[in-house]
């Protein structure tokens, strides 16, 4: 059996291949135009959320603590320092590398693996970058937005981003090549930890007139904003 991370990047690109190929233009007469397919997807997984992933994140916000909690954010973010690393150098951003250079190596070290973030006491403050900011940053178009089944919001151009996301990730090393018991353990825990943090996020969406719509603007202007471009709102009804 292949190994999780080359399975998982395949289906990146399958992704990547099956929008990229056929992909409807994005108009001001035409601002989404995979809007059928989105909805569906969104409230495929929405029906998910609520019957298991929610359930399981209450739970979990129920047997543990805040320092727990932060502790297994801190790790899970900590795996993400080798990507801003790249990204960084693949941006031209020289000093932001360094720092996050800087803090991958503090936090892995006297931060015992990540779990602890000495780091930021020491003013080495976090930033986040992956691949479709830096496609962003070269000026590739963001493309269609698309809802993923499981994966959620994106669009074209951060599908094909993931690819190099999920190759840059320290658990898809060679060395634990075979280890796919201990990476989706860490994707799973990272995932339930993110999910419980997002709990109150996802109350106000849901309170929202017409919550995809809101989902896909909040996507679309997050994104721009994490690359440092203009937002250009579709021109469609709430």
């Not at 909805?39 to 298991?52: C, H, I, P, S, T």
């Not at 320092?81 to 951003?93: C, D």
């Not at 996802?202 to 929202?208: G, I, S, V």
């Amino acid at each position: 059996m292949r190994p999780i991370h080359v399975r998982l990047s395949c289906s990146a690109a399958a992704f990547a291949a099956l929008f990229t190929a056929g992909c409807a233009s994005v108009t001001a007469d035409n601002p989404d135009p995979y809007e059928e397919f989105n909805r569906q997807m969104f409230a495929f997984n929405e029906g998910l959320d609520k019957a298991v992933i929610e359930p399981v994140a209450y739970g979990y916000r129920a047997v543990t603590n805040e320092p727990i909690r932060e502790g297994v954010g801190n790790f899970s973010n900590n795996l993400g320092e080798p990507l801003t690393f790249v990204n960084h150098l693949l941006q031209g951003k020289l000093p932001d590398a360094g720092a996050t250079l800087g803090r991958f190596v503090v936090n892995t070290t006297v931060g015992i693996a990540g779990v602890f973030d000495p780091a930021s006491t020491m003013g080495m403050q976090r930033t986040t970058e992956d691949f479709g900011q830096t496609l962003g940053v070269w000026g590739v178009d963001p493309g269609p937005f698309i809802v993923l089944p499981l994966l959620g919001p994106t669009n074209t151009r951060d599908i094909v981003g993931k690819g190099g996301d999920v190759a840059l990730n320290p658990l898809n090393y060679p060395q634990f090549e075979n280890d796919d018991a201990i990476r989706l353990g860490a994707m799973s825990l990272g995932g339930v930890n993110a999910r419980e943090n997002a709990i109150e996020t996802f109350d106000e969406l849901r309170q929202q007139i017409d919550p995809y719509t809101t989902l896909r603007r909040l996507y679309g202007r997050t994104r721009a904003a994490d690359i440092g471009i203009p937002y250009d709102e579709p021109n469609t009804a709430p």
